[in-house]
């Protein structure tokens, strides 16, 4: 492979996503499908990975090299070196950050080093928001008669503070969670006339996507935090946005994912009050 080949899996990741308007439609299609489900691409044969995607198997060779490389399993090993350093423990991953801190760095150099992410989180986001997207999503909430929130696992700390401020600012809301299982239940009682946030990152989780199916299914619109156009939620989504939160020794923060659910929150209760103001002038 040569320098202009991705050698790990964020910079495919980005490559891929910077070339996909211009994919043909069949490499697009195992494209999509190995952002997401990079797991198959990692361990399965091509036969195997060629049907589960829609594609014969000769396409996964014309995709590796669209990319720079020169086969298949030249790439599929990106995929399976992003598994080994996704599986590392998070023991694994703090006693690599006390090794910083023991090298005389301090604990100061750790914290320093999730401020440097948070930062550049923030800085990523405030350049690419698209102004337009924020007004079509904020408008859409605002007309909800309930917003469902709609997260799990990494996701879910965001979910639940949009469910605490949207109940601070007294607008009606259901976060989508139950212990006694009622989940199914709970996506059920909503309708057209309601909106639903849905959050989710690669590896994106399975009930977060099932569950954003069925709601689509039933006509409700989506707005949807997500790390890729070709996320599964993207394609349920009315209006979406892409965030990418950077990460320090493994930790991946939530910076911007927070900051842009607080102002889509913040804009929703804006947007109701200016209404209520209107029709009572």
């Given at each position: 492979?040569?320098?202009?080949?991705?050698?790990?899996?964020?910079?495919?990741?980005?490559?891929?996503?910077?070339?996909?308007?211009?994919?043909?439609?069949?490499?697009?299609?195992?494209?999509?499908?190995?952002?997401?489900?990079?797991?198959?691409?990692?361990?399965?044969?091509?036969?195997?990975?060629?049907?589960?995607?829609?594609?014969?198997?000769?396409?996964?060779?014309?995709?590796?090299?669209?990319?720079?490389?020169?086969?298949?399993?030249?790439?599929?090993?990106?995929?399976?070196?992003?598994?080994?350093?996704?599986?590392?423990?998070?023991?694994?991953?703090?006693?690599?950050?006390?090794?910083?801190?023991?090298?005389?760095?301090?604990?100061?150099?750790?914290?320093?080093?999730?401020?440097?992410?948070?930062?550049?989180?923030?800085?990523?986001?405030?350049?690419?928001?698209?102004?337009?997207?924020?007004?079509?999503?904020?408008?859409?909430?605002?007309?909800?008669?309930?917003?469902?929130?709609?997260?799990?696992?990494?996701?879910?700390?965001?979910?639940?503070?949009?469910?605490?401020?949207?109940?601070?600012?007294?607008?009606?809301?259901?976060?989508?969670?139950?212990?006694?299982?009622?989940?199914?239940?709970?996506?059920?009682?909503?309708?057209?006339?309601?909106?639903?946030?849905?959050?989710?990152?690669?590896?994106?989780?399975?009930?977060?996507?099932?569950?954003?199916?069925?709601?689509?299914?039933?006509?409700?619109?989506?707005?949807?935090?997500?790390?890729?156009?070709?996320?599964?939620?993207?394609?349920?989504?009315?209006?979406?946005?892409?965030?990418?939160?950077?990460?320090?020794?493994?930790?991946?923060?939530?910076?911007?994912?927070?900051?842009?659910?607080?102002?889509?929150?913040?804009?929703?209760?804006?947007?109701?009050?200016?209404?209520?103001?209107?029709?009572?002038a």
């Amino acid at each position: 492979m040569d320098e202009q080949v991705p050698r790990d899996f964020e910079t495919l990741r980005a490559t891929i996503l910077d070339r996909r308007e211009s994919l043909p439609k069949r490499i697009a299609q195992i494209a999509a499908y190995a952002l997401d489900n990079p797991d198959d691409i990692a361990f399965g044969t091509a036969a195997s990975i060629a049907a589960s995607a829609g594609v014969q198997p000769s396409t996964l060779i014309r995709f590796a090299q669209q990319l720079g490389f020169d086969g298949f399993t030249s790439l599929q090993q990106v995929f399976r070196e992003r598994l080994r350093e996704r599986n590392s423990s998070y023991d694994e991953r703090l006693q690599a950050l006390r090794a910083k801190a023991e090298g005389g760095a301090g604990h100061r150099a750790i914290f320093d080093g999730f401020i440097a992410a948070a930062s550049t989180s923030l800085n990523d986001i405030s350049r690419t928001l698209d102004d337009a997207h924020l007004e079509d999503a904020i408008s859409l909430l605002a007309k909800a008669q309930t917003i469902y929130v709609l997260a799990k696992r990494r996701s879910y700390p965001v979910a639940s503070y949009i469910a605490y401020a949207l109940g601070k600012l007294k607008i009606r809301n259901q976060l989508i969670e139950s212990a006694a299982g009622l989940n199914a239940e709970m996506v059920g009682f909503a309708t057209p006339a309601d909106a639903v946030i849905a959050i989710s990152f690669s590896p994106y989780a399975p009930a977060t996507i099932e569950e954003a199916r069925a709601i689509a299914e039933q006509g409700v619109p989506i707005v949807a935090i997500t790390d890729s156009s070709f996320s599964p939620l993207a394609q349920f989504a009315r209006v979406w946005f892409e965030v990418a939160e950077a990460d320090f020794a493994g930790f991946r923060s939530l910076s911007a994912t927070m900051a842009l659910a607080m102002a889509l929150t913040v804009g929703v209760g804006e947007k109701r009050r200016d209404a209520t103001r209107k029709r009572k002038a």
